[in-house]
C-alpha cells in the first residue's frame, strides 16, 4: 500500500477563493481523520470519520470548514472562502477499527491564503 | 480540547546525552498512548506506543515510562543522536471516543553534534 495519499501537496490560493484538499486513506481503515498544524497551536484535529461517518466536527473551526467521506477509499476537507489565518499544513491520517492501532499519516497540504 | 499537556516545548541536547519529554492527561478512560516523531515536510510517524497494563517499553534507544496513579507518561531519549531531531508528539486514545487520538501540544528536539 502507497500509505495515506493527500493532494495537493502545496496549495497557495488568494482570499475569498474555495480550496478543496484531498486524501485517500489506506484500504481496510476504517477511521479517517483531519488535522490542522499551525506553529501556535500545534496539531488540532478538525473532524473525524468512523466507517465513512463524521464522529465529531467539534474541531472545526467555523462554517467555513467542510468535510465529506462519500466512500471508503477518498475524503475531501473544503474551506469556502478562505482567509489568510487558514494558512497551515493540514494532514489526513487513517488507522484501522481496533484502538491500539497506528494512525498513518499523509505528507500534508501546506496551504497558504495570500 | 487540551487534554493532553506536554512539556517542554523545546529541547536541546548534546549528542549521547539523554532527552525527556513529560506528558499528563486529564481523561482516565485513555487506553492507549503513543508516541509520534515528525520530521520537517513530513507527517507524524508512530514511534513507540504504550497500553496502561505496563509501566515500561523500551524500543532500541527510545523508552516510554507510565505512571497511571499520576496520569503521567515520558518518553525518554538515550544516547541521542543529530538524527533524532524532530518534534514528538504524545498522545492519547481510547476505544469510547471511537479511535479519535488526541494529541499533546509538541516537543521540537534539537540534538547538537
Known amino acids: 500500500d502507497a500509505g495515506v495519499i493527500q493532494s495537493p501537496r502545496h496549495e497557495v490560493t488568494e482570499m475569498g477563493q474555495e480550496v478543496t484538499l484531498r486524501c485517500k486513506p489506506i484500504s481496510g481503515h476504517n477511521s479517517l481523520f483531519w488535522y490542522r498544524q499551525t506553529m501556535m497551536r500545534g496539531l488540532e484535529l478538525l473532524i473525524y470519520?468512523?466507517?465513512?461517518?463524521?464522529?465529531?466536527d467539534s474541531g472545526m473551526p467555523e462554517d467555513r470548514f467542510s468535510a465529506k467521506m462519500p466512500n471508503a477509499s477518498f475524503s475531501t476537507l473544503k474551506i469556502q472562502p478562505s482567509e489568510p489565518r487558514d494558512s497551515a499544513v493540514y494532514f489526513c491520517a487513517s488507522r484501522a477499527a481496533l484502538v491500539d492501532t497506528e494512525a498513518f499519516f499523509g505528507q500534508g497540504t501546506r496551504l497558504t491564503v495570500v | 480540547q487540551q487534554q493532553v499537556k506536554q512539556s517542554p516545548q523545546s529541547l536541546i541536547v548534546q549528542k549521547g546525552g539523554i532527552s525527556i519529554i513529560n506528558c499528563a492527561y486529564e481523561?482516565?478512560?485513555?487506553?492507549?498512548f503513543p508516541w509520534y516523531q515528525q520530521f520537517p515536510g513530513k507527517g507524524p510517524a508512530l514511534l513507540i506506543a504504550?497500553?496502561?497494563?505496563?509501566s515500561e517499553k523500551k524500543e532500541g534507544r527510545f523508552t516510554i515510562s507510565f505512571n497511571k496513579s499520576a496520569k503521567q507518561f515520558s518518553l525518554h531519549i538515550m544516547d541521542s543522536q543529530p538524527g533524532d531531531s524532530a518534534t514528538y508528539f504524545c498522545a492519547a486514545s481510547w476505544g469510547g471516543t471511537g479511535n479519535k487520538l488526541t494529541f499533546g501540544g509538541g516537543t521540537r528536539v534539537l540534538v547538537k553534534p
Open positions: 481523561n482516565t478512560a485513555f487506553d492507549y
Open positions: 470519520f468512523n466507517n465513512n461517518v463524521p464522529i465529531d
Open positions: 504504550i497500553r496502561p497494563d505496563v
